[in-house]
């Protein structure tokens, strides 16, 4: 049978794994009954809404105890998915948490699809798209600023933006037929024309100012690609451990992958580096290994920033300067280390050669010059200044960002209808086509496929 958004879903909702407390949440018609059937204490179906009760889980089969547990009522529709949600705490054990699961699973409810119980929360209406994709980011938060920055979203500021945009947009086009409709008047067509010119272009302006947010968005959402690279022994690992020391990486293993590919993300001034290659950059103990020249090269491609160090006290090798040579035009810092040691590379020499100001100068084992370093990144990236952004909303999501884009274009094409003296109603389809792109923002207009694509990339239990 198909799976449908009316049955009763549950999933574990805590990462998997030995821990203090896991929970099964379970949401949907039946979730009082399956819990019911499977929990001995109160009876779950009579206790008062939002209350959480102790008890035990035990297999109606074979009648024996499962786990102590407490379990959570909350009765539709003041809840996550605004349908009645049942979460039980067990003890954090896989088998304990498995086991209960299976019961839930084998009284009525189905396994839910990842992000399902947040599809539902959009689905009833409790939140909008952008609000349900704001719960991942939240989730996913690699820093304080970017947790910020999903919390905002999540509280709807974004979808107040977007819906005062739509109202504006539909005032006009209402205004245009008005006008249409009543062309009898002198000058009609002038005076319409004249006010969907002026209205098109302030829509845009502020359309232009939330996508002037996405690129810093986007940086802290996604952590910003960063390669530290160099000849061997210029102090790489070095850097690597001092900017995971100081600023508490936070690592992720990548599902279903090896070790080569853990991300590892720093907080540098407010910036989420993503780290490339570190475990290139720690196998130095193998000289072959040992990452230099050319498997620095291979980091530049998926790199946003680049760190590249220069050893002061060495003069330049000709791998020095191809590294240089290769990272020309690109996003980067250079970092002259190992200042502390008598000079070979004076920081004029080394000016001359990359000019500019993004050399940064270093001793990095006496972490001299790591304050200038964040502060280089945190300018480059959030130069107009983080907070200042519009209302504080900041567009990090791409679909989101693709989206205000085509609207833009949209009102690109109003603008150049005018300008080319088309009939109304043909620019009033360009309009209408800007509204319907800020409605999939907010998923006022939506299609299936979106929220499938869109929810399948949640964890599991959300
Ligand atoms: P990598 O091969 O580029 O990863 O370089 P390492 O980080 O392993 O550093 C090579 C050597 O240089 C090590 O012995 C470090 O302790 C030393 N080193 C790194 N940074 C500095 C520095 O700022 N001053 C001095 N004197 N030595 C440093």
Partial sequence: MANTDTDTIAAISTPVGEGGISIIRISGDDALKVAEKI????????????????????????????DEVMVSVMRA??????????????????????????????????????????????????????????????????????????LTQLDGDLSRLIRH??????????????????????????????????????????????????????????????????????????????????????????AGTTRDVIEEYVNVNGVPLKLIDTAGIRETDDTVEKIGVERSKKALDAADLILLLIDSSTELTAEDR?????????????????????????????KEIVGSDAVIETSIVNHAGMDQLGERI????????????????????????????????????VLKGIADNMPVDLVQIDMTRCWEMLGEITGDSYQDELLDQLFSQFCLGK
């Fill in 39 to 66: 929990y001995k204490g109160k009876d779950l179906e009579k206790v008062a809404s939002h209350t959480i009760n102790y008890g035990h889980i035990i297999d109606p089969d074979s009648g024996q105890e499962v």
């Fill in 77 to 150: 529709p003041r809840t996550y998915t605004c349908e009645d949600v049942v979460e039980i705490n067990c003890h954090g054990g896989l088998l304990a948490t498995n086991r209960i699961l299976q019961l839930v699973l084998s009284f009525g409810a189905r396994m839910a699809e990842p992000g399902e119980f947040t599809k539902r929360a959009f689905l009833n209406g409790r939140i909008d798209l952008s609000q349900s994709e704001a719960v991942m980011d939240l989730i996913r938060a690699k820093t304080d600023k970017s947790m910020k920055v999903a």
């Fill in 378 to 413: 945190s300018t480059m990236f959030f130069d107009e200044g983080i907070e200042s952004s519009q209302n504080n909303v900041m567009v990090t999501n791409a679909r989101h960002i693709g989206l205000l884009r085509q609207a833009d274009e949209a009102l690109t094409d």
């Fill in 322 to 350: 191809e590294l240089l040579d290769a990272t020309a035009g690109k996003q980067r810092i250079v970092i002259l280390n190992k200042t502390d040691l008598p000079r070979k590379v004076e920081l004029d020499q080394l």
């Fill in 165 to 254: 945009l739509r109202r504006d947009i539909l005032d006009v086009l209402a205004q245009v037929e008005v006008n249409i409709d009543y062309p009898e008047y002198d000058a009609v067509e002038e005076m319409t024309t004249k006010m969907l010119k002026e209205k098109a272009e302030e829509i845009q302006q502020r359309i232009e100012a939330l996508l002037k947010t996405a690129k810093q968005g986007k940086v802290l959402r996604e952590g910003l690609a960063t390669a530290i690279i160099g000849r061997p022994n210029v102090g790489k690992s070095s850097l690597l451990n001092t900017l995971l020391h100081e600023d508490k990486a936070i690592v992720t293993d990548v």
